[in-house]
């Protein structure tokens, strides 16, 4: 229920965001809904002046009102498409916002294809919500207002279509309720198979060398039946409301023509009036622009759901302190977090680093090791304790100074931006003055990194260097994960290493490891890894065995442990 109620009020929200145009848009569609309802009666008028042998006064009122319809319908196109527009960039602007400030855990409960059909596909859809709501509104005020002019000329007119209206209003309720399901079911399954289609392109090569494409191919689509009955029952309840206001139209239609014939026939109505009703009956009858309406309002109010469901997901809320000088020491105090099951992951960690000190996290696999990084850097925040950097809560510390600060490098690095030596600075502040055309020089902290990380040979072999397109780098895995070293390295004041030279050749290993883990720095070092030599070389090893600290000692003590000595693999020699 609040996901629901979240959804209706993102809903008014994003019909609001259309901001001028939309108002615009509510304006020129009343002046059409009036110019609609005046031209009857305006045509009535015409017909009992030329039967009256009166002037043509009103045959041009009327030909002018039908040039204002046509301008109105050029307007309404005009205007709902900037408002659409406007609005759809704005709810999809705070959404990737929104998703970016989740930390890690909220956002793996998604597929990733789920996440990008909801920020393309159902924010568009939500988009529309202005331009639903005005013309579903405005599209009723022509049959209302043929009832209260048919009511005008005669009450029973009124009454007769009145009651019709009363029917197919019945009809189209039951259309919007069934609709609602029927497309945010469609719009679900979707979201699971563009999910796991993306896993599966991500894994092409794996597919393909282990020849089960078709197997992929029936996991993907495994949902296809079920998403064509979601597809099948909106197009079938489209289709009976209009099939019900197909037959109920007409007979209502007919009813007003012989209730206004009768009348006419008895002196109640003019010739020029039984011509009006007639239209008035055809305008009231005429309920398809409606259920039009409505089919697009469900449609928004269904993708409204659908993104209001990941903006109700919390965010960490951003600091606003800057960090004060200091070497990069990193406070640990009672971190817990805990698994979605409610497991804990954490269970009470102190750690104390000192500047420029390293650490090696170590432990068996579902220690919690890659948990601990991720607090440390505020990936994500702990469930419970507090975490510090210079003596500065990390939760109080100014987003961009944060990311400055804390450098991370992963086991399989995901290189964004446009070039190179967007890649390896992608913390750092961004230069006010380059631009495509003219990009400026390479920033002398990125070629340092560059060096340190062992990937300053392999840049210079690129066609333009630091410069090259990324796309267009061809890049091995080791040289790839010695790219997001560098850009870890880019970072100020503390770096976190969560397994990140798994893919290095030794003698490349070995470069790498001098730079980072030998002697004094002027980055303290939190080191994820399970080889011996990274751990023998840290200040002291931080040993995690199913989210407890078990211990915290230099590796040579610990060493004489055989539960130690099991974690490592029979590579790297003794102690």
Request: net charge neutral.
């Amino acid at each position: 229920m609040p996901t629901i109620a979240a959804g209706d009020l993102l809903l008014r929200r994003t019909a609001l965001a259309g901001g001028g145009w939309t108002c615009g848009l509510a304006a020129v569609a009343l002046l059409g809904a009036t110019a609609e309802l005046l031209l009857p009666a305006t045509l009535g008028r015409a017909v009992d002046a030329a039967l009256a042998g009166g002037s043509g006064w009103w045959a041009v009122s009327a030909g002018g009102l039908v040039v204002v319809l046509i301008g109105v319908d050029a307007l309404t196109d005009l205007a709902s498409g900037f408002g659409a527009a406007r609005a759809t960039a704005d709810l999809r602007r705070h959404l990737l916002r929104h998703l970016f400030a989740l930390d890690v855990r909220a956002t793996r409960r998604y597929p990733v294809g789920d996440l990008v059909g909801r920020l393309v596909g159902q924010v568009a859809d939500a988009g529309q919500a202005g331009n639903a709501v005005v013309l579903a509104t405005v599209a009723v005020l022509p049959p209302l207002g043929s009832v209260i002019a048919l009511a005008i000329m005669e009450p029973v007119l009124g009454i007769t279509l009145l009651a019709g209206l009363g029917l197919l209003a019945v009809l189209m309720r039951a259309f919007v309720a069934d609709a609602s399901a029927a497309t945010a079911g469609y719009q679900r399954v979707l979201g699971v198979i563009a999910g796991r289609l993306l896993e599966s392109l991500s894994g092409a090569r794996t597919i393909a060398a282990a020849a089960t494409t078709r197997r992929e191919e029936d996991r993907v689509l495994a949902d296809l039946p079920e998403l064509g009955r979601h597809g099948r029952r909106g197009w079938d309840l489209l289709a009976r409301a209009s099939a019900r206001t197909a037959a109920v139209a007409p007979l209502l239609h007919l009813s007003v023509i012989a209730v206004g014939g009768y009348a006419l026939t008895v002196g109640w109505l003019t010739p020029g009036q039984l011509v009006a009703a007639v239209r008035y009956a055809a305008m009231g009858a005429g309920l398809g622009a409606v259920l039009a309406t409505l089919n697009h309002l469900v449609r928004s109010r269904a993708g409204a759901h659908r993104v209001a469901e990941l903006l109700h997901q919390p965010a960490a809320p951003p600091g606003d302190r800057p960090l004060p000088p200091g070497g990069g020491a990193l406070l640990l105090r009672g971190v817990r977090v805990y698994a979605d099951d409610g497991r804990p992951l954490l269970d009470g960690i102190d750690l104390d680093v000192p500047a420029g000190a390293t650490v090696a996290v170590v432990g068996a696999s579902g220690a919690g090791k890659s948990t601990l990084a991720a607090v440390a850097g505020r990936l994500h925040d702990p469930d419970g304790g507090e975490v510090r950097l210079d003596g500065v809560p990390l939760r109080d510390l100014d987003r961009a100074a944060l990311r400055r600060a804390v450098g991370y490098a992963f086991d399989q690095p995901v290189l964004i931006g446009a070039t190179v030596h967007d890649a390896i600075g992608l913390a750092l502040p961004v230069d006010s003055t380059a631009s495509a055309a003219d990009p400026g020089p390479v920033t002398p902290a990125v070629r340092r990194a560059a060096r340190l990380a062992a990937v300053a040979d392999v840049i210079d072999r690129l066609p333009d260097g630091y410069r090259t397109p990324l796309v267009d780098a061809p890049l091995s895995g080791g040289e790839t994960q010695r790219l997001g070293l560098a850009r870890a390295f880019a970072a100020e004041r503390l770096l976190i290493l969560d397994d990140a030279m798994s893919s290095l050749d030794t003698a490349t290993e070995h470069r790498i490891s001098e730079a980072v883990l030998g002697g004094g720095g002027e980055r303290t070092r939190l080191v994820v890894t399970h080889r011996t030599a990274a751990a023998a070389a840290a200040d002291v090893v931080a040993w995690l065995d199913c989210g407890r600290l078990r211990a915290l000692a230099p590796h040579r003590r610990l060493w004489a442990d055989p539960d130690y000595r099991a974690l490592f693999q029979p590579v790297g020699g003794g102690p």
